[in-house]
């Protein structure tokens, strides 16, 4: 596994006028692997978008590298950067506190005379969406550090943020577009299923994996 980064060039119109949308982001993370294009062998590929320090980043977890040219394509030139994700993963250890960002995509199913097997639905408010990662935490393979609930679920305890919510647009076919809930969220964890958590990191979390959600990442909480 690969972990590559570039930064996004946001003051050169002429490359971003093409990403309006998730789709072309979409379609730029899988125009970065040729290979696979070529083989028709196409692998799943997990990414974000980062913005941190005022500057934005295309942030890809992949199989395989991708091509330094075509991951380049909309970003600073010599600012793309890809390192192995492997031997980070063999570094991970059982009870390991980590500080954690993931960007997802929270959703609920409700059923409703037209939807008989559930319509799904995004959390809107900030409390549906921590409870959301709360919820899946044990499940992939970490807890959350300070979460806490009582047995009558009426107190939550959250010890982590939503850094960012917004409503990019996805363009499923043409003339069709729907907004997609994106939501950030940053915090601790501490390890507890170590096989699990590595599926947590190398699959991601939730839906729409192939339009920017899912992506976690870690690093050790300094004591």
């Known amino acids: 596994m690969y972990l590559s980064r ?17 789709g072309a982001y979409h379609n730029w993370v ?20 980062d913005r941190l320090n005022g500057k934005s980043y295309l942030l890809l977890l992949s ?35 980590m500080r954690f960002r993931l960007t997802a995509n929270p959703t609920h199913s409700i059923v409703e005379p037209n939807h008989p097997k559930g319509r799904v639905v995004p959390h809107v408010t900030i409390e549906q969406q921590k409870q959301w990662l709360a919820d899946r935490a044990i499940g992939a393979g970490f807890e959350l550090v300070g979460h806490r609930e009582t047995e009558s679920d009426k107190i939550h305890e959250f010890a982590f943020d939503v850094v960012s919510h917004d409503w990019p647009m996805l363009h499923r076919a043409k003339g069709h577009g729907v907004r997609l809930s994106r939501v950030t969220f940053e915090g601790l964890l501490c390890v507890k299923d170590l096989p699990t958590f590595k599926q947590t990191l190398t699959r991601g979390i939730g839906r729409e994996k192939a339009f920017g959600m899912g992506l976690m990442t870690v690093i050790p909480e300094v004591q």
């Open 63 to 97: 199989a395989t590298r991708p091509a330094p040219k075509e991951f380049e394509r909309y970003g600073v030139a010599g600012t793309a950067v890809t390192k192995s994700y492997d031997a980070w993963l063999d570094q991970l250890k059982v009870g390991m506190v």
């Open 6 to 22: 570039v930064e996004i060039d946001t003051n050169n119109r002429r490359k971003i006028k093409d990403l309006s949308h998730l």
């Open 30 to 49: 899988e125009q970065s692997f040729p290979d696979e294009i070529n083989s028709g062998q196409r692998q799943r590929h997990l990414w974000r978008i």
